[in-house]
């Protein structure tokens, strides 16, 4: 795939990057430079360990050889001329790179030289140094040589880079909003989880607010599901290992899933995939033609092995739930699945305040199993799909599971951040392994058709994608707690208990705060919470019998009755505003 412009200056910079560190650390044995999203990095074997006050030093020489007008030029290299280079360089990691390389039947590499620094490299890079923009170093990190723990760790420097000023600046003020908006920070200071290294690095305890709000998520796009056609499952968190033999999901999928135990000495696994569960709740009887379309919906909590390096937060965990549902279908249903599964999921998005979307075709991989013809009908089927609901979309070819083509819907946050949501997924393979049938119109046994859908992908990442698309300021049908009652003083307590219970019966989630803290602490503690309404209860409000009503966004709103605050509530509540 053609590199645009941006990522070969980004390239490039990780070139100019490892030649100002070569000059600070001659010593410096080099690991790997490529560009990034939004940037760059390179990895370094340093005599000693990088400080943050190291990296204006080493921008400032980058910025000294930019100037310079420096010109990449590219060299081809015998190989085994290539791995005696870098052994009399004693640059160890480069020599391991080009003996994989050689065991692969390579026998001539790509080098590219700038200056006085040539690097094992396939290129492209810019012609000239002064062909860069702006670029900026961020930060240091460890990381494992070829990512694998058993190797020695690296220094790694980060960098970022854009066409010009502006656009650089943009992207750190939008880096520092979500610094800000950071879902572990958020989460952690409002009480909605917790993650604890003695329970478990990627296992996430939800605390009563972020269980609350789990709930509201659950019991939203349930009454969805139900309304939609879909009947929910309830499956175990443990089955016998040979379920997942029979999926193939152990031959494509092993790196991701756990050890198998021993259970009466029969070998068992903590589920990774909910799939095979589905079947056989569809094989719980043979089915008719009638029956179909079947679709079954599960919140299914699957556990996946992942490195302690590559966790964060809640975006990835080890133990997650899908919202996962399985749809079975004869041939001639599969485009209407597929048309209703899309339209469903940009709806249930839009409801949490998702308006802008990315949306992939995703086409057969390198490594897949099933007949051509059927990954063909899948393919025409989604494709097919899409156009007639005017539905735009980017091919991503080689991107589907090993099973079939998947359309994949990516939603925009405040910040412009792209985050994989949905996946609707075609299957010919899974009915075929699970020998699936229904009785035809011909009262004969035939194949259904296996759809995969997924809407949020996980609740676990999805409301780690909330809280930082609103930055925890949640809308008020997703607020943990709705409306806070602040009585002003002790013996206000008993009116202000008559109106939650009020307000309870009505649906909504009331708190009242009853410390002795002053009315303006109250206030802020109320905000700093992020709760949407505030009710303010004083002698004023009892003798009126009306309340003063506060919001986190626009202050005091003045006084109201409570049947005129609930009719707002639930007004507000409706249109998802």
């Known amino acids: 795939m053609k590199k645009t412009n941006i990522e070969v200056q980004r390239h490039s910079l990780s070139h100019i990057l490892a030649t100002a560190v070569l000059e600070m650390f001659p010593e410096a044995k080099l690991g790997v430079g490529p560009a990034i999203e939004n940037g760059f990095y390179y990895d370094f074997d340093l005599p000693r360990t990088l400080i943050p006050e190291d990296l204006p030093i080493i921008e400032e020489r980058m910025r000294e050889i930019l100037g310079q007008d420096l010109k990449f030029e590219k060299l081809r290299v015998p190989i085994k001329e290539a791995i005696q280079t870098t052994k009399d360089a004693s640059q160890t990691y480069k020599t391991d790179l080009l003996m994989d390389l050689e065991k692969s039947g390579e026998k001539e590499v790509t080098f590219y030289r700038l200056g006085n620094f040539t690097d094992l490299c396939m290129g492209p890079h810019v012609e000239s140094t002064k062909d860069i923009g702006a670029f900026k170093l961020t930060s240091i990190a460890g990381a494992y040589w070829k990512g694998d723990e058993q190797n020695k760790m690296l220094q790694r420097i980060y960098g970022i880079a854009f066409d010009n000023q502006k656009d650089l600046d943009e992207f750190l003020t939008r880096e520092e909003e979500a610094k800000k908006r950071d879902h572990r920070k958020l989460g952690e ?9 003695t329970v478990g690095a990627g296992l996430p305890i939800w605390l009563p607010k972020g ?6 998520i659950r019991n939203y796009l349930t009454k969805r599901l139900i309304d939609s056609g879909y009947q929910m499952l309830e499956t175990p968190h443990i089955a016998q290992s040979k379920l997942w033999k029979t999926s193939g ?43 179909l379309p079947i679709r079954f919906a599960e919140f299914g909590t699957v556990y996946r092995y992942e490195k302690s390096g590559t966790l964060h937060g809640l975006m990835r965990v080890r133990g997650f739930t899908q919202d ?4 079975f279908c004869r041939e001639d249903q599969l485009e209407e699945e597929i048309k209703n599964a899309v339209s469903f999921a940009l709806s249930i998005l839009s409801d949490f305040g998702f308006k802008k979307f990315d949306i992939y075709l995703s086409t057969k991989p390198e490594k897949a199993i099933g007949k051509e013809e059927h990954w063909e009908l899948a393919t025409n089927a989604l494709k097919k799909s899409l156009k007639s609901e005017k539905i735009s979309y980017q091919l991503d070819p080689g991107e589907g599971v090993f ?7 990516k939603i925009k946050d405040s910040l412009g951040r792209s985050w994989q949501c949905t996946t609707v997924q075609v299957d010919f393979n899974l009915p075929d392994r699970f020998d699936l049938e229904f009785i035809n119109e011909e009262q004969k046994k035939t194949r259904p058709i296996l759809v995969h859908r997924a809407l949020l992908g996980s609740l676990e990442r999805f409301i780690g994608v909330l809280i930082e698309h609103y930055g925890a300021d949640f809308p008020l049908w997703l607020a943990p707690t709705q409306i806070r009652v602040l009585p002003i003083a002790d013996r206000f307590i008993g009116r202000a208990k008559e109106i939650k219970q009020e307000l309870i019966e009505k649906g909504f989630r009331t708190e009242i705060d009853e410390s002795t803290e002053s009315i303006s602490k109250k206030i802020r503690q109320a905000e700093l919470e992020k709760i949407p309404y505030m009710i303010i209860l ?7 019998k009306k309340l003063s009503l506060r919001t986190r966004k ?3 709103s003045g006084q109201i009755t409570i049947s005129n605050l609930i009719k707002k509530l639930q007004n507000e509540i409706k249109a998802k505003s």
């Not at 200071?189 to 604890?196: A, D, Q, R, S, Y």
């Not at 021993?262 to 029956?291: G, T």
């Not at 004083?538 to 009126?544: F, L, P, Q, R, Y």
């Open 189 to 197: 200071e409002l009480e909605l989880f917790t993650i604890n290294d």
């Open 211 to 216: 269980a609350t709000l789990r709930m509201i």
């Open 249 to 291: 999901h152990s031959d494509f999928y092993k790196d991701s899933m756990y050890t198998p135990f021993k259970v009466d000495e029969q070998e068992f696994l903590v589920k990774p995939m909910n799939c095979p569960f589905h079947i056989y709740a569809y094989k719980h009887r043979l089915r008719s033609y009638r029956e």
């Open 324 to 327: 996962d549902a399985h749809i």
């Open 403 to 409: 099973y079939g083509p998947k359309i994949d819907i």
């Open 538 to 544: 004083g002698a004023k409000e009892v003798e009126s």
């Open 554 to 556: 626009s202050g005091d």
